[in-house]
């Protein structure tokens, strides 16, 4: 695809990432849930400038119960992936691992912390280290942490 302009690249993956995203919705998370290796979440977003839900499928090198791990990858692309841009601007996001969904909160992994997770990351998948190659930007890495409730006192 790397041949392709930029406007046809985005059609062929937005078109099969709704395909992707219509499978895996249908299945209940049964089908496709697994690319490389890795898990496959479905992360939806308030769109920036829209305010609509905005649902991305995208792996996750990292997933434990109460943190997910992200990157902002985009292939490679020069340019940041819309569902990042929407979540710096928005950091609640919702994330749907097969049939169940939860509330998360999102942020950018900084410094030793970037670090860390990325040798990890690199460690899990070694595609990230191919995209990485192909840009000059950092590809971020996103880290969600489950959006908990505070315990009512009272209960």
């Known amino acids: 695809m790397a041949q392709l302009p930029t406007d046809g690249r985005d059609a062929v993956i937005r078109f099969w990432s709704s395909l992707h995203e219509a499978t895996y919705r249908v299945s209940g998370g049964r089908a496709l849930n697994r690319v490389l290796g890795m898990p496959v979440v479905r992360v939806t977003t308030t769109g920036r400038r829209t305010g609509q839900l905005r649902s991305t499928m995208l792996t996750a ?51 030793s912390e970037r670090s860390d997770l990325w040798r990890l990351i690199r460690t899990v998948t070694p595609i990230y280290e191919l995209y990485q190659r192909r840009t000059s930007r950092e590809l971020p890495v996103v880290v969600l942490e489950l959006d908990e409730p505070p315990a009512d006192p009272t209960a």
């Open 61 to 111: 090198p990292v997933v434990g119960n109460e943190r997910i791990v992200l990157v902002a990858s985009n292939g490679g692309d020069d340019r940041d992936p819309q569902w990042y841009l929407n979540l710096l601007a928005q950091p609640a996001v919702q994330v749907t691992q097969g049939h169940v969904g939860r509330e998360f909160e999102g942020r950018v992994a900084q410094g």
